[in-house]
């Protein structure tokens, strides 16, 4: 599955999950993150499905709506800490280690 203008959130939960828009550009959260190949700009998730991020990060507008959507149905309207790490995540050398 291939994501553009994507963005990478971190949940209180310690989990990280990728954000952004589908080739039919729609809005799209992943299930956590297991392993960020920044080389291939591949990453695999919990639920075992692969995605091709393609160029460079969304801006924080471009998905925080389909985030908002996301959390608040996820938490039932109870919310809690969510920090964008997307430049800390490219920042690391990561490989193929885990998120």
Known sequence: MFLSRWRIFETDDGLKRLVGYDSVDQGR???????FNQKTMHVQTSDGLTYRLLGEPGFF????????????????GQGGCVKDVTEQIRG???????V
């Open 29 to 35: 959260v992943s299930s956590a993150l297991v392993t």
């Open 61 to 76: 507008w471009d998905v925080i709506d389909t985030w908002d959507i996301w959390f608040h149905t996820i938490t039932r």
């Open 92 to 98: 690391k050398a990561m490989g193929d280690g885990d």
